[in-house]
Every structure is written in structure tokens, then in C-alpha cells.
């Protein structure tokens, strides 16, 4: 079944109470048992709930994979990741990451007695070097958030399975219209949802997908035993969205291209980061393992101190300056005071998030538009 296929019906049969066509709103904490025990596979929408699990069966078969959970927000996926470790363990991780990743990494695990190392993973043998015996879980994003390193799946899948040591992906910034990580050799696949694959901007959630049975029973075991699992609305939501991905997905990489290009030349932008060029660091791997670049771009102005930056982030009328990305509506975001916050400066400057940038997830109005208002923002 292809990807348009999958996205529209894996999962999902028409409801054979009804007949209807879209998956019905479970609106119920609690489920009929004929007896104790007899309960078809549903006792409490914690743990499982009908339009829930047509929504993790479609997502599983998005990333090619044979099981899928979803949760509460992608924080939750992720935290459920690492509940999977214990005191001593150590994880691989990379120097340029979402916020909210180094934040649960730094503020919350290490006080349990984890350690992370954070490195530069452009190069896979970079990997190597931190291996020990205590290390459990190597955590990639590629492209990252939000200067677009690249990381090689494969080469690192290959590392973590010579070692024995989980590999996890966030996949968030690519979608699985992009990319595949299962098929490179990744044992999970993290999202946060409420980015392209819900992509309307107005549902909040994450996922993990994976193929190991067993590992599912024991991801399963802490997404039920902690609760951190949405409810049938945003489940339903989700799947709606789901239905016009492959569509969305190809406008917001042809409105990308059109306005990396665009941005590439102009004379207020020193440096630009997307990985469709083909001098972009590690394009060989992206030009691999992608099937396209996507709409997500990030630009440092030139010359520009923090209040100047300030100026142009507030400056457009069509992309609008938030927190978040890819829904069908253009966002204009300043990591360095949202969404990255939470890193030391030390460390965002070390991978180039600096005052003066900028990251785009480009949505999939006109294009002319698009221009039209970067060309004044800008001027």
C-alpha cells in the first residue's frame, strides 16, 4: 500500500454500527465487561480507547512499522523513552536538539542519575568515541532544530546494533512522508504530532513507533502505567490530519525550495540552513535518506544584534511569530527567546543558534505571498 493509501485508510474501517466512513469519537472512560475480565480489549481509555488505537495503527504503518503508541505531547513520548533506562545508564545524544529535549535530558534525568553526552554527530564515528559500557540509548534528530545537521541513521543504526545499545529518532522535522527511520535501522521513531503529521496547529500530542514486540510491551507497560496518553478528540483530530499529509507534505517542501532559494541571495541574510543545497553540510546523506528537504528553514541576519532581530520577527503580516511548526500556516520563531530557551548560551553558540537567528516552517499558503512578505520583512 503506498503512502497516500496508508495515510487515508491504515487502520481504519468503516464503523460496523454505522457504517460510518471516519473513525467514530470514543467519548468513554470505561468499557462494559460481560464478565470480569471479558472486555475485548478495552477496560479504560488510560490504557487503550478505540479512536486512540486507530490512530496508532495508522501511524505505525506511516514509519512502516508494526506497533505505534501515542501520547499526550511528544515530552511524553520522550519521556517514556527514558523511563526505559536506569541510574548509571548514559545516552549519545547530539549538541544541537530541541530545548525541550536537552531540558528533560538535563533537568529532569540527570537528577536520576543519567548521564548524557551531547556531540557533534554530523560524522557517525564521532559516536564511537562515547560508547561504553554503560551506555543504553544513542537519541538522534535529523535534520536537527534548528540548524538542519544532518545525521546519518544508517551508520549510526549500524553502530548501535554492533554495541547492542537502542537507537530512538526524532523524526519530527522530516514526517514519514520525508523519511523512514525503522527502514535505516532506528528501534523507535519519536514524533511530536501536533507538528505535520496533525498539521492544523490545533491539537497537541506525540508517538513513538517501533517493530520489537517485546519493546512495545515494555513502552506500552509505561505509557499505561503513567498516563500520559490523549484523549479520543485529539486522537480523532489527528486522524483527519493524517489523511491530507502526503498533500501537505509536498506543498511545504515546493514552497521550501522556493523560499530557501529566494532567502539564499538576499543581502540582509548572512547564513542559511537547509538541507536541499547542495553545499549544506552532510547534503550527500540528507539526498539519501530523504525524499525530500522539507519547508523548514532557518536564516541568521546579517549584522543584526537582538533588538534588530526583534524588529524582523515581528515585522511579517503573513508568517506569524510563534512557537511550534509544521501546520499549513507559515511560522516566523526566535529560538534563542522561545522554543530555545532552556540551553545555556555556551551551548547554543557553540552550534550556531545565536541572537540573530531565525527559523521558518514555511506552510503551504501562495508562494507570491510568501515572497511578498519575507521581501518586506526584510527590507
Known amino acids: 500500500m503506498k503512502f497516500g493509501t496508508k495515510a487515508i485508510h491504515a487502520g481504519q474501517e468503516p464503523d460496523p454500527s454505522t457504517g460510518a466512513i471516519m473513525t467514530p469519537i470514543y467519548q468513554t472512560s470505561t468499557y462494559w465487561q460481560k464478565s470480569p475480565g471479558d472486555n475485548k480489549g478495552f477496560e479504560y481509555s488510560r490504557g487503550t480507547n478505540p479512536t486512540r488505537k486507530a490512530l496508532e495503527s495508522c501511524l505505525a504503518a506511516l514509519e512502516n512499522a508494526n506497533f505505534g503508541l501515542a501520547f499526550s505531547s511528544g515530552m511524553g513520548a520522550?519521556?517514556?523513552?527514558?523511563?526505559?533506562?536506569?541510574?548509571?545508564d548514559e545516552v549519545i545524544t547530539g549538541n544541537d536538539l530541541y530545548g525541550g529535549s536537552y531540558r528533560i535530558f538535563t533537568k529532569i534525568f540527570a537528577n536520576y542519575g543519567i548521564k548524557f553526552h551531547f556531540i557533534d554527530m554530523s560524522d557517525p564515528n564521532n559516536v564511537k568515541n562515547y560508547i561504553n559500557d554503560h551506555t543504553k540509548l544513542i537519541w538522534i534528530e535529523t535534520p536537527t532544530n534548528p540548524t538542519m545537521q544532518i545525521v546519518d541513521i544508517a551508520a549510526v543504526g549500524a553502530i548501535a546494533k554492533e554495541n547492542n545499545i537502542l537507537l530512538a529518532v526524532d523524526n519530527t522535522f522530516a514526517s514519514p512522508y520525508l523519511q523512514n527511520p525503522i527502514?535505516?535501522?532506528?528501534?523507535?521513531?519519536?514524533?511530536?504530532?501536533?507538528?505535520y503529521l496533525g498539521g492544523h496547529s490545533d491539537v497537541v500530542m506525540g508517538a513513538l513507533m517501533l517493530n520489537d514486540e517485546d519493546l512495545y510491551k515494555r513502552l506500552w507497560f509505561i505509557y499505561n502505567a503513567c498516563g500520559a496518553t490523549p484523549g479520543p478528540m485529539d486522537s480523532f483530530l489527528v486522524l483527519r490530519g493524517l489523511k491530507t499529509l502526503h498533500l501537505r507534505m509536498k506543498a511545504?517542501?515546493?514552497?521550501?525550495?522556493?523560499?530557501?532559494?529566494?532567502l539564499k541571495t538576499h543581502p540582509?541574510?548572512?547564513?542559511?540552513?537547509?538541507?536541499?543545497?547542495?553545499?549544506?553540510p552532510n547534503h550527500d546523506i540528507a539526498k539519501k535518506?530523504?525524499?525530500?528537504?522539507?519547508?523548514?528553514?532557518?536564516?541568521?541576519?546579517?549584522?543584526?544584534?537582538?533588538?534588530?532581530?526583534?524588529?524582523?520577527?515581528?515585522?511579517?503580516?503573513?508568517?506569524?511569530?510563534?512557537e511550534s511548526l509544521g501546520g499549513v500556516e507559515s511560522l516566523i520563531n526566535h529560538p534563542v527567546s522561545m522554543t530555545h530557551g532552556s540551553i545555556p548560551k555556551a551551548e547554543r553558540d557553540?552550534?550556531?543558534?545565536?541572537?540573530?537567528?531565525?527559523?521558518?516552517?514555511?506552510?503551504?499558503e501562495d508562494i507570491e505571498d510568501l515572497l511578498d512578505d519575507l521581501k518586506q520583512a526584510l527590507s
Not at 78 to 88: F, Q, R
Not at 252 to 262: D, M, P, T, V
Not at 350 to 364: A, E, H, I, P, W
Open 252 to 262: 511545504h517542501c515546493e514552497n521550501g525550495r522556493q523560499i530557501a532559494e529566494f
Open 183 to 195: 527502514d535505516l535501522g532506528a528501534d523507535i521513531v519519536m514524533h511530536s504530532v501536533t507538528k
Open 268 to 280: 540582509k541574510v548572512d547564513k542559511i540552513y537547509w538541507p536541499g543545497f547542495t553545499d549544506h
Open 350 to 364: 557553540k552550534v550556531g543558534v545565536t541572537d540573530n537567528l531565525l527559523r521558518l516552517s514555511v506552510g503551504v
Open 78 to 88: 520522550t519521556d517514556a523513552v527514558m523511563k526505559l533506562l536506569a541510574p548509571g
Open 289 to 322: 535518506q530523504m525524499r525530500d528537504f522539507g519547508g523548514m528553514i532557518s536564516i541568521t541576519l546579517k549584522g543584526a544584534d537582538l533588538q534588530e532581530t526583534y524588529r524582523v520577527a515581528s515585522s511579517f503580516k503573513v508568517f506569524t511569530l510563534a
